[in-house]
């Protein structure tokens, strides 16, 4: 019989697990799927930055001619031929793309036919005022969207989550370029509230340099980030509202009821935070459609950003400019893309669990 006090050996005594043993182990099991996942998301980005290489320089430099436009029409064929060799077009397109790619490894994207400047450069000095408008238009998409979507989708008969709806389908449907010259008809023209285009004056925060830090960059960036802000407010607030209309049945919001939480616990908390998870990854994406696609806005509002870079390239046939402006954009919406991806696998563990597992 062992002594009194002893633990037979049958019941060994648990020991605590040091944090360099099994708990370690455990820990580097749950963080390595993360790893995995992020790996081959970057080797599918490269995948895709790749081959939309190969797409945006063959359809760019397949359409026109730019000698047309860069030459005068009484040059003489010695003077066009001068001119073909400079600029590298008397290759053949395989050997303009070899070449591209190689300077493109080194950063080097070419210079533009009518500045005469590295089209890169061109591109980044815009993309600044750019991003600024891109940037206030989702902020505004945000702050209105989420809450006006949070009201309708608990209020869905009420007055109020009916107008809601409804303004939301008016967002969808107006043009953004009418709405972009009724808002300058009203608010510059009629009212004198605010200026009519362009863009103010830069201040500084922390060493930055950014119109969204003066009074005067925001008096020019109100109108141009509303007209392009309209769209996704309805958007948002279409997506909040649906999200909010698919979560209040269920179990775990009516045990919070049955709990006795107070209702705005159970919106804030239980409602609002899962409905998130989608909304993380639409304005994502949908982040990058308003910087692609703010052409029409900066257009309308004279607004210094790559969009009216694009256009007037486009009407030039400035080749490295608009190949330079689609490489950028597609990085861009490569790394939005691949940011999303993992905010949404870090929300929901069950994303890239699915993943590794297909």
Same mark, same amino acid.
């Given at each position: 019989?062992?002594?009194?006090?002893?633990?037979?050996?049958?019941?060994?005594?648990?020991?605590?697990?040091?944090?360099?043993?099994?708990?370690?182990?455990?820990? %580097?099991?749950?963080?390595?799927?993360?790893?995995?996942?992020?790996?081959?998301?970057?080797?599918?980005?490269?995948?895709?930055? %790749?081959?939309?290489?190969?797409?945006?320089?063959?359809?760019?430099?397949?359409?026109?001619?730019?000698?047309?436009?860069?030459?005068?029409?009484?040059?003489?064929?010695? +003077?066009?031929?001068?001119?073909?060799?400079?600029? !590298?077009?008397?290759?053949? $397109?395989?050997?303009?793309?070899?070449?591209?790619?190689?300077?493109?490894?080194?950063?080097?994207?070419?210079?533009?036919?009518?500045?005469? +400047?590295? %089209?890169?450069?061109?591109?980044?000095?815009?993309?600044?005022?750019?991003?600024? $408008?891109?940037?206030?238009?989702?902020?505004?998409?945000?702050?209105?969207?989420?809450?006006?979507?949070?009201?309708?989708?608990?209020?869905?008969?009420?007055?109020?989550?009916?107008?809601?709806?409804?303004?939301?389908?008016?967002?969808?449907?107006?043009?953004?370029?009418?709405?972009?010259?009724?808002?300058?008809?009203?608010?510059?023209?009629?009212?004198?509230? $605010?200026?009519?285009?362009?863009?103010?004056?830069?201040?500084?925060?922390?060493?930055?340099?950014?119109?969204?830090?003066?009074?005067?960059?925001?008096?020019?960036?109100?109108?141009?980030?509303?007209?392009?802000?309209?769209?996704?407010?309805?958007?948002?607030?279409?997506?909040?509202?649906?999200?909010?209309? +698919?979560? &209040?049945?269920?179990?775990?919001?009516?045990?919070?009821?049955?709990?006795?939480?107070?209702?705005?616990?159970?919106?804030?908390?239980?409602?609002?935070?899962?409905?998130?998870?989608?909304?993380?990854?639409?304005? !994502?994406? +949908?982040?990058?459609?308003?910087?692609?696609?703010?052409?029409?806005?900066?257009?309308?509002?004279?607004?210094?950003?790559? !969009?009216?870079?694009?256009?007037?390239?486009?009407?030039?046939?400035?080749?490295?400019?608009?190949?330079?402006? &689609?490489?950028?954009?597609?990085?861009?919406?490569?790394?939005?893309?691949?940011?999303?991806?993992?905010?949404?696998?870090?929300?929901?563990?069950?994303?890239? $669990?699915?993943?590794?597992?297909?």
């Amino acid at each position: 019989m062992p002594a009194t006090g002893t633990v037979p050996s049958a019941f060994p005594v648990a020991r605590p697990r040091s944090l360099s043993g099994p708990a370690a182990a455990d820990g %580097a099991k749950r963080g390595a799927p993360l790893t995995v996942f992020i790996i081959r998301r970057l080797m599918q980005s490269l995948l895709v930055l %790749a081959a939309m290489t190969v797409i945006v320089f063959v359809g760019v430099y397949a359409i026109g001619n730019p000698i047309d436009i860069l030459i005068a029409p009484d040059a003489t064929q010695e +003077e066009r031929a001068r001119a073909i060799a400079s600029l !590298g077009l008397d290759r053949p $397109l395989w050997e303009q793309y070899a070449v591209y790619i190689g300077n493109m490894l080194q950063g080097d994207l070419g210079k533009s036919f009518v500045f005469n +400047e590295p %089209a890169l450069q061109l591109v980044l000095q815009r993309l600044p005022a750019t991003l600024e $408008l891109a940037v206030a238009a989702m902020l505004i998409a945000i702050c209105i969207g989420i809450p006006l979507g949070l009201w309708a989708g608990l209020e869905p008969e009420s007055i109020a989550g009916r107008s809601i709806m409804a303004g939301s389908i008016l967002g969808f449907s107006l043009p953004n370029f009418w709405q972009g010259l009724m808002l300058i008809m009203i608010f510059a023209v009629f009212l004198g509230w $605010l200026p009519a285009g362009g863009r103010g004056d830069p201040g500084t925060f922390l060493g930055m340099e950014s119109t969204l830090f003066s009074v005067d960059g925001w008096s020019h960036l109100i109108l141009p980030a509303t007209n392009l802000a309209l769209f996704k407010t309805s958007l948002v607030i279409r997506l909040t509202r649906a999200g909010v209309r +698919e979560t &209040l049945p269920l179990d775990y919001v009516r045990f919070a009821r049955a709990k006795g939480l107070s209702r705005r616990r159970v919106i804030f908390v239980h409602v609002l935070r899962n409905i998130l998870i989608p909304l993380v990854t639409i304005l !994502g994406l +949908e982040l990058g459609t308003v910087i692609a696609f703010a052409v029409v806005t900066e257009t309308i509002f004279a607004w210094p950003g790559i !969009g009216k870079l694009i256009i007037d390239s486009i009407f030039l046939l400035d080749r490295p400019v608009i190949v330079a402006y &689609l490489i950028v954009i597609v990085l861009m919406f490569i790394t939005i893309n691949l940011i999303v991806d993992v905010l949404y696998s870090i929300l929901d563990p069950r994303v890239r $669990l699915a993943d590794l597992e297909g």
